[in-house]
């Protein structure tokens, strides 16, 4: 079983069940150009959990069907697991990644990982990626900062909605092309 910060518990917890959450369901989770991102940082650990819809970081959202197709889910998925190029930690913080973990309703998990099945999923809708990421961090009081490099490899991505929780407390941001960093109070 997987461990998940009582941090990050509490932390979307009181997110969902704030007042301003409605602004985020009352457009529905699955908004194109939009991801929501959860962020914890619990003594060494960084876990990050990313939510978007498929059309985001592939040209379609279903089931892939062509080898071009699985092809970009190949390309998707190696770039989503060299995570330590899509969150840029400051160097004295010592982050080093640790795990990732990707789904989605739509693609195998043979193709995800890199091997070349996936014909074993049939979906048509409108889907969505989940994807997990930890570091370990060897001095996490460095971490003042993270720059969410994601929009520079998925163009079509143009907004993350991020809630955040660290011992200092909890906060939310907003993230664009344009602003991308992550201010963090340990």
């Known amino acids: 079983?997987?461990?998940?910060?009582?941090?990050?518990?509490?932390?979307?917890?009181?997110?969902?069940?704030?007042?301003?959450?409605?602004?985020?369901?009352?457009h529905g989770a699955h908004v194109h150009g939009a991801a929501a991102m959860n962020l914890a940082l619990d003594g060494p650990n960084v876990d990050i959990e990313l939510?978007?819809?498929l059309d985001n970081v592939l040209s379609f959202e279903y089931t892939p069907k062509t080898a071009e197709e699985k092809r970009?889910?190949?390309?998707?998925?190696?770039?989503?697991?060299r995570a330590e190029a899509l969150f840029l930690f400051p160097a004295a913080a010592?982050?080093?990644?640790?795990e990732v973990s990707l789904e989605s309703e739509a693609i195998s998990e043979e193709l995800l990982s890199g091997k070349d099945g996936g014909d074993t999923v049939n979906f048509e809708g409108h889907a969505?990626?989940?994807?997990?990421?930890?570091?370990?961090?060897r001095n996490p009081q460095a971490i003042?900062?993270?720059?969410?490099?994601?929009?520079?490899y998925f163009p079509r991505l143009n907004e993350i909605e991020v809630q955040m929780v660290?011992?200092?407390?909890?906060?939310?941001?907003?993230?664009?092309?344009r602003d991308n960093i992550l201010t963090v109070t340990p």
Do not use: N, Y
């Open 72 to 81: 970009e889910v190949q390309t998707m998925a190696e770039t989503l697991r």
């Open 51 to 53: 939510e978007t819809p």
């Open 1 to 26: 079983m997987k461990h998940i910060p009582i941090c990050l518990v509490l932390g979307i917890c009181i997110w969902v069940f704030s007042p301003d959450a409605g602004h985020a369901h009352e």
């Open 94 to 98: 010592g982050c080093e990644l640790k």
């Open 166 to 177: 660290t011992p200092a407390g909890q906060k939310s941001a907003e993230l664009t092309g």
């Open 144 to 152: 003042t900062r993270i720059e969410v490099a994601l929009f520079k």
């Open 128 to 137: 969505d990626l989940d994807a997990d990421f930890s570091f370990v961090c």
